[in-house]
T-cell receptor
């Protein structure tokens, strides 16, 4: 089945530094990648949608200069948290649409990245 | 504003019992997804419901969709401890879009 590999699984960084999270589609081409964040015991909140070769579309309230998204190829999308602060600590998950024989069969999720900013 | 609400938010049940989780959404949608999330883990796809009246079953879980009532249910039959997890439903922001909004989640704990 379609697999999205997300790295790192967890990262601890100091305030003010930047962290890059990668999501790679291993056996399919992900033209669109969705980025979510999830606070403890809460639901997933969509942050942005990235399309290969174009600028990401950010949801209302998400700072595009703080959460930089790059989708330079059909198999790689990255999220960079710039100048991280403790309130950015969260679980970040990427997700890609999956097609089976031309039909949308669902979405596959990366394994998630737990970011802790100290 | 699109809202996707699940109830209950928390559910503690004994093994062997049956229960239903409800997912209500506020917009028209012909698609709905159910996912499972284990603590500290990502999401696992359970069901894709693509039409009104759709019913899908896998093991002890059965999901249904009533687009007219804007309601989906996830029924658990004879629960076992391994089903303990958080369950989310998700619907498109608008018809035809591939952006989804997730429900509030239902944390299920099955007691042995």
């Amino acid at each position: 089945g379609a697999v999205v590999s997300q790295h790192p699984s967890w990262v601890i960084c100091k305030s003010g530094t930047s962290v890059k999270i990668e999501c790679r589609s291993l056996d399919f081409q992900a033209t669109t990648m969705f980025w979510y964040r999830q606070f403890p015991k809460q639901s997933l909140m969509l942050m942005a949608t990235s399309n290969e070769g174009s600028k990401a579309t950010y949801e209302q309230g998400v700072e595009k200069d703080k959460f930089l998204i790059n989708h330079a190829s059909l198999t790689l999308s990255t999220l960079t948290v710039t100048s991280a602060h403790p309130e950015d600590s969260s679980f970040y998950i990427c997700s890609a649409r999956v097609r089976d024989r031309g039909f949308l069969s669902g979405y596959t999720f990366g394994s998630g990245t737990r970011l802790t900013v100290v | 504003e699109l809202k996707v609400e699940q109830n209950p938010l928390f559910l503690s049940m004994q093994e062997g019992k049956n229960y239903t989780i409800y997912c209500n959404y506020s917009t028209t949608s012909d698609r709905l997804y159910w996912y499972r999330q284990d603590p500290g883990k990502s999401l696992e796809s359970l069901f894709v419901l693509l039409s009104n009246g759709a019913v899908k079953q896998e093991g002890r879980l059965m999901a249904s969709l009533d687009t007219k009532a804007r309601l989906s249910t996830l029924h658990i039959t004879a629960a076992v401890h391994d089903l303990s997890a958080t369950y989310f439903c998700a619907v498109p922001y608008t018809s035809g879009t591939y952006k989804y909004i997730f429900g509030t989640g239902t944390r299920l704990k099955v007691l042995a």
